[in-house]
């Protein structure tokens, strides 16, 4: 038997209101005896239905990561609600016997998780293991955000993703269960009811405007959204409306059916709101950590607080449909169903490649659903209901007795299986890659591009252009295989024949074909991948590219070359925070109507991508000399030549990058002077 280790409630004259959800003495007698909510499943169902559409592929519902923060109204509701009714019913918080509840409620179901998840992936990638070591430590103590805002990851960059990338937020719910209950006690005992809900309000407020004080537009938003201060905001509200719940003077003040005019109302322009939010905010705007999430938060609250609202005979439309079966039987499993759907997509999606905008697409992410619920539904009968019914002893016992009675060489395989697969477990995390293929690809070619190193070494057998010379990346002169040291801008075929304009005053300008030495590349983390492939369907072009970059940087870059630009120019931003359309027409402007220019399209799991993709298709419309290099219709049918990060091409891939930035040429050069462009196949080297 647990020992309590709470702290009598005293006093007379202040007694703690149960949080009763009715003012009806039957239905709040019912409700005290029975420790779970009303419709609050079904609000649960809701949550985790939008944060799996959000990771199954993000333009589907761009703002789906807002269900964890109705997850978090949700919890911060259901706890203060719990620890308000057992002060009222005992006199006391026994500290002890809910921090076992809850990690009988947490613990089982995630190590289960994390043992499988680690097991399989190291089968199907071991880029899915980059770091292992560390999430491991993160997910089974609950410190998933702080310990990767302490190694400098980041929730927004895909180029390795994590695992347990999700075990962020029951980070942050744990570390709210740690603390809350000893703040909930010290309120109950001595603040009024008024005091609790300000207090509480004041903490939602200021995690508010922390969050958006530190939120820098452009800049990476990881420690803002993992900070457990950062985002405390819905467990604040949740809380706030149970410490009013309890109080038969503010209840008046916050049940829907009590606003007046605005009670039919309430509660589905609450929803509305947030269904708004949830397909119109994505992660890279202001607007979701400047207020965003904490709106999400507030049409949460209400929608509670309407689910909880039934003190009359009549139950609302939306109360039925939160009670649905389909809907509770989905919130029931919602906590297996957040452990295991990012890992079972980033295990599908390195056995099963795939991309957007295609059948094969949707059939691998309907798969991935059927694996989730097949998997949760499996967790929550085998591993949560007993665990939380039997608690941790109780489990021991119950396999002890049903083992007992095996052979003994039947017991001898379970003790040898499960030690070999924690040696294997251990084995795997201790030997964990430390950076992704891609990363690994990215560093070497960013490196080499600096150094001004020839970014290939096997010059094409049939090259499609002039002879090879020089390769320039990063604008330094370089020694071609085979050659000599030549000046970094060898004379063109056509045009300024300097070579470092698009034409002299006065002169037509040419829309020919470039070769390489005509060419300047700009670009991020897409280019560098790209470097040896264009440099091998480009020799001597120019390439200045460099991860993480954003358009406001191609166009500081392409203003601080000037007039040393080369007559085509190929740019390829957005990887990093989208299209800005007032840089990129910033940056075409500055280059100018006499330079050919290829902005490259984007492929990711990216919620704007539709929109970036659309920018750049009427900024393409909106002048002669720009064309858009279609990668993603190119790469679309061919899932398998993109790296385990869905975003950036494998070795494979760079060559068809090439091949659309070659293609767009091409195509723009014909429109221009009405001369189709032959254009040889080349073989890989």
Known sequence: MTTSTGVRAGGADRPVDAPTPSSGARGADARRRSARIPGLDGLRAVAILAVLIYHLDASWLPGGFLGVDVFFVVSGFLITTLLARELQASGRIAFRTFWLRRARRLLPA??????????????????????????????????????????????????????????????????????????????????????????????????????????????????????????????????????????????????????????????????????VLLVVLDEERAATFRGGIALASVATAVLIAGLVDRGGSRVAAWQRLADHPVLTWVGVRSYAIYLWHWPVILLVAGDLPSVPGTGHHVLTRAWCVLVTVALADLTFRLVETPFRRLGFRGVARLVFDRTVSWSVGARRAVVATATVTSLVMAVIVVTAPDQSETARMLEANAARAASGAPASVTTPSAAPTAPRATSTVGGTATVAPGGTATPPTPTPTGGDKSGKGATKKGARPVFAMPTGPEIDGYGDSMMVGSVHALDYYFPGIRMDARSNRRWSDGLAAVRARGKDNRRAVVLAFGTNAGVDPKDAESVITTLGPDRMIVLVNLMGPFGRISEDNATLADLAKRHDNVIVADWASAVRDHPEQLQSDRIHPSLKGSHLFAKVVRQAFADLSEQHTGQKVPLKDLPMP
């Open 110 to 275: 995630l190590v289960l998780t994390v043992a499988v998840s680690v097991l399989i992936a190291r089968v199907v990638s071991t880029d899915l293991l980059v770091h292992a070591g560390r999430q491991v430590l993160g997910a089974l103590t609950f410190s998933t955000n702080w310990v990767e805002i302490t190694a400098g990851s980041s929730y927004f960059d895909q180029t390795a993703p994590q695992l347990f990338m999700n075990f962020w937020s029951l980070a942050v719910e744990e570390q709210f269960y740690l603390v809350w209950p000893l703040v909930t006690l010290l309120l109950l005992r001595f603040a009024r009811p008024r005091t609790r809900v300000a207090v509480t309000l004041a903490i939602a407020a200021a995690s508010t405007a922390l969050m958006a004080a530190l939120f820098t537009p452009g800049a990476d938003a990881t420690r803002v959204y993992y900070g457990t201060d950062t985002h405390v905001m819905g467990l604040m509200l949740g809380a706030a409306l149970a410490f009013a719940w309890a109080s038969p003077a503010l209840a008046l003040r916050v049940r829907p059916s009590a606003w007046g005019r605005a009670a039919p109302v309430a509660v589905p322009v609450a929803a509305a709101v947030l269904l």
